[in-house]
Each structure stands twice: as C-alpha cells, then as structure tokens.
C-alpha cells in the first residue's frame, strides 16, 4: 500500500538506482511510527527488483528473543553473508532495524563493514535516535530524514489501511505516529488513553493513590501508558511555550495554568526526562512500580 508522505524519498532513491547510484549505506531517521521500515524494506525491493516480501539476498537484523539490543554476533554474521556473492546475481541489502540499539561491540563490528563494503551491497539502518550510534557510523551513511505526516493525511491513509475508526483519537494518545497506530486496536487505545490522561489530572490535584496508581500502571501496557505521558507533557510544555507569559518571564518563576492546576514549566521538563530514562530502562531489571510511584510523588509537587 502506498505512503503518501513518503513519496518525495521514494522517487530520490528511485532516480539514484537508476543512475545507479545507490549509496552502500542509507541511515533513514525517522520521527517514531512515521515510516522508516516500511521505506527500508520498500528500499530493498526495489534494489532487489521484486515485489516479494522474501528474498535470498535480502538480510535483515532485529533485537532477538527477549533482547532489546543488537548484539556483535547477528552483525558479525551480517558481514559475512554479504561479502558472499548474491544468490541472484545482483545485489545484496542488509536491514537493521532499529539500529539505535547496536550495543557497543555490534556497532565496533558494522563500522568494518562500513569502511570496506562489499561490491553490489546496500546497508540500510533504520533509527529514532541516531545520536545514539557513533560518530564514525552516521559519517558513513547517507542520510533521509522522515518526518512526521501532517495528521489528515495520516488519518487518510490509517482509514484506506484499516478501515474506519477514531483514528484522530488514537494519534491524540501515542502522537504523530501512524504506523504505530495502525498497529493497535483502536478502541483499547482510546480507553487506556483516556484512563491515563485522567490519572494524571488527578495526580496533579491530589486526588490519586501514587503507590496504587503506579501498581495498576506497572500489571498491564506500560509502554502504551509511558507515551500517553509523555505526550501529556510535552502538550502542556508546547502550550506554555505558545504564552507570551513564558516568552517574557522564562528567565522567572514560569508556570503552566490549566483549570485548578499550576505546574512549574521546569517541573515539567524534569517529568519529561524521567518519563523517558524509564521507557529506555524498560528492559533492565528495575522496580517499575517504585519508578512510576517516584514520578507521580514530583507530579503531585
């Protein structure tokens, strides 16, 4: 199925494949949940020249089993099939995705590749966050940035995929994201968004339990929830930055006015941080409960 907002980068690497320049090495930068696999694998078909979802000469490398990372022994392998001739005669492609979680060691070993590529290759690294790869590997690749849609088109194209539903609901829960959304029931969606924004006008008025609110939290959807915070503040962090309050006093004490709420812009930032070192420790050992509990106590302050 088409993506319309990505049609712009489809024809750039459409032209450079015919011209045959296709660079050895593509870093797609994508704003969460806009695209940027799709357009790696749409990447990879063409270089291919099929339509299949299945290729021999089609690699790709993911987090495996419970891991949240790319370990050195999948991109050791990675090396090794694509220095081989292809199966069909043409060229090879190697999709990492995410590749922003290439731990140290993974990273260490894709730079070899990237500094002597086999011929007739094509490395293609999907991220979120490319400031969490090393220097010498974002040098190394040329760079597509994917933006986020602008939301009737992805409400459109979430409509022609999906069929009917309160798709505007849904991006106002997990954000700009319609690839991530197309991958939800939206009805849940809808209900665990609602609970979670209720929650926290309730933690902010101090009419919440924070130990109890953060054991409901921890049992069931914590990603989803941890969005629907995070969106939650940046909302009130993008609306207080819209006040000419905050244009002219941000050197002051700033605060964000909301019906019998007052939270600090600087509070909010804070909140903000931690709400995001808890979504990338997700998959250490870490007390989840007593995480959420410590950030519901600063949101009640």
């Known amino acids: 199925m088409s993506v319309p907002w990505l049609e712009k980068e489809m024809a750039s690497l459409r032209a450079a494949h015919a011209a045959q320049r296709m660079p050895h090495a593509l870093l797609i930068h994508e704003a969460p949940g806009s695209g940027g696999e799709w357009l790696a694998n749409w990447t990879a078909r063409l270089v291919l020249g099929t339509d299949k979802e299945q290729h021999p000469d089609w690699l790709r490398i993911h987090p495996v089993d419970d891991s949240k990372q790319i370990r050195i022994e999948q991109i050791r392998e990675l090396g090794e099939e694509l220095s081989l001739t292809s199966h069909q005669g043409g060229y090879k492609v190697g999709v990492i995705t995410p590749a922003d979680v290439l731990n140290r060691f993974a990273a260490n070993a894709l730079l070899k590749t990237l500094e002597e590529p086999p011929p007739r290759t094509v490395l293609i690294l999907v991220v979120t966050q490319p ?76 009419r919440s339990d924070p130990v109890a609110t953060a054991e409901r939290w921890s049992r069931a959807e914590l990603p989803l929830r941890l969005r629907c915070f995070e969106n939650w503040l940046t909302e009130r962090i993008r609306d207080q930055g819209q006040s000419p309050a905050f244009l002219t006093e941000v050197g002051a004490v700033t605060y964000l006015q909301r019906p019998q709420t007052v939270l600090n812009i600087r509070g909010l930032f804070e909140l903000l941080d931690g709400v995001r070192d808890l979504k990338s420790a997700l998959d250490t050992p870490i007390n989840r409960g007593l995480a959420l509990e410590t950030l519901f106590r600063r949101l009640e302050r």
């Open 131 to 206: 400031s969490r790869l090393p220097a010498t590997i974002l040098s190394r690749c040329q760079r597509i940035r994917i933006a986020a849609p602008e939301r009737a088109q992805a409400v459109a194209w979430l409509e022609a995929a999906r069929g009917k539903g309160d798709w505007n609901a849904v991006l106002d829960i997990v954000g700009e994201a319609p690839m991530l959304a197309a991958e939800a029931d939206p009805e849940a969606v809808v209900q665990i968004g609602t609970e979670v924004r209720r929650g926290l006008e309730d933690a902010v008025a101090g």
